[in-house]
């Protein structure tokens, strides 16, 4: 008589169908490449496909219905990743909790030293002060450097509320500090050559400094400023330049002067007109503008009469600074538009394109060129 061989303390090998786990729903689930999850689950595929059982009564006995709680499930799993990526502040599986909150602590950048900009004339220190209205004087005031960097600073935030007149008082700032710039190269290389040229004939002209010049600490908060004291600093060394021309006899007094006076009133003008973008666009009538203001679908009341206001002060934004084609070297905009907003304002700047040349045809017109 065969003897039953006893299994106490031998492992018994599984089934292997054992070990695979039933699957939640034998209908299966849309996929899709980029899915949060590794088997590759699509919410938005689930949703498509389960939008006529969702606007249904969702009855529990519809073979759907087992799709639905696994959707459900996996908003759910969904959304606790996401959570955990925020708190990970996005790092690596490898990174520890006081490494990433560390970050939280992390101070911004501040300047290592202090900025400095050092003046030898009067000529700049005054572009750089400007000068206010005396007090019982008729004499008009004169718009600094010092004030102007605080009106590009102002500017400058406008851009983060996505206002197309703020890049456009950028841009017209920046071209026509540029050609300043150039102005000053100019100038300055043209005396510099004429110095030069007294040293190949056996004279050494040394420029003129001021025997006690002056460091001004500068401490701007935004890009802009630190352009302006790169041009006042360019403007110092081309009056000083200018003085030595005229100390050596190598020009006049006069020359000196309107060479001086010319530029000198070039910069102003760029001041003037940059701190009158400043002073109409900080205005509350206007203040809060912004690209969505244009668009007929997303217009108030409000943002009609806001747009009217900047058109009558200003006339209208050129399409190419409107369509965010033309930007500014510096821009704190950081507004993300949906693809229907890109759409939309892509066709308002069409319609401006299409004005702007209509007006160009009529100038032409007028002036017997067509």
Not at 18 to 39: H, Q
Not at 258 to 269: D, G, K, N
Not at 341 to 356: I, T
């Amino acid at each position: 008589m065969a003897t039953k061989k006893s299994t106490v303390g031998r492992s018994v090998a599984p089934d292997p169908e054992a070990l695979i786990a039933a699957p939640k729903s034998a209908i299966g689930f849309s996929t899709e490449a980029r899915s949060p999850f590794d088997d590759g689950y699509s919410i938005a595929g689930e949703e498509s496909v389960l939008a006529g059982f969702l606007a249904g009564s969702m009855d529990e006995s519809d073979p759907l219905y087992e799709r639905y709680l696994e959707l459900e499930e996996r908003k759910d799993r969904l959304a606790k990743m996401q959570a955990q990526f925020q708190t990970r502040k996005g790092s690596d599986q490898q990174v520890k909790p006081a490494e990433y909150f560390a970050m939280d602590e992390l101070g911004r950048l501040v300047d290592s030293e202090d900025d400095t900009m050092t003046l030898h004339t009067k000529e700049a220190f005054r572009l750089f002060m400007g000068r206010g209205r005396e007090p019982g004087s008729e004499v008009a005031p004169i718009v600094g450097g010092r004030r102007i960097a605080s009106s590009l600073r102002n500017l400058w935030i406008l851009t983060a509320n996505d206002n197309p007149y703020a890049d456009w008082a950028l841009l017209r700032h920046e071209q026509s500090i540029g050609e300043v710039e150039e102005r000053l190269r100019s100038e300055i290389k043209d005396a510099e050559a004429l110095l030069h040229r007294q040293h190949d004939r056996g004279l050494s002209f040394s420029v003129l400094k001021s025997a006690e010049p002056q460091a001004l600490q500068l401490g701007f908060r935004s890009p802009y400023g630190y352009a302006i004291s790169r041009l006042i600093v360019d403007y110092d060394y081309f009056v000083r330049l200018q003085k030595t021309l005229a100390r050596k006899t190598l020009r006049s007094d006069a020359q000196m002067r309107q060479t001086i006076a010319e530029l000198t009133r070039f910069v102003r003008r760029i001041f003037n007109e940059t701190g009158r973008f400043d002073r109409w666009l900080a205005r509350s009538e206007i203040h809060g503008l912004t690209r969505l203001d244009f668009i007929v679908e997303y217009a108030t009341e409000e943002a009609n009469k806001r747009v009217e206001f900047v058109k009558e002060v200003f006339g209208m934004v050129p399409a190419d600074v409107f369509t965010a084609k033309m930007q500014p070297r510096h821009s704190r905009r950081r507004y993300s538009l949906t693809e229907h907003e890109r759409r939309l304002l892509q066709s308002v700047g069409v319609e401006m394109s299409k004005a702007e040349a209509m007006a160009v045809l009529g100038q032409e017109a007028e002036s017997g060129l067509v």
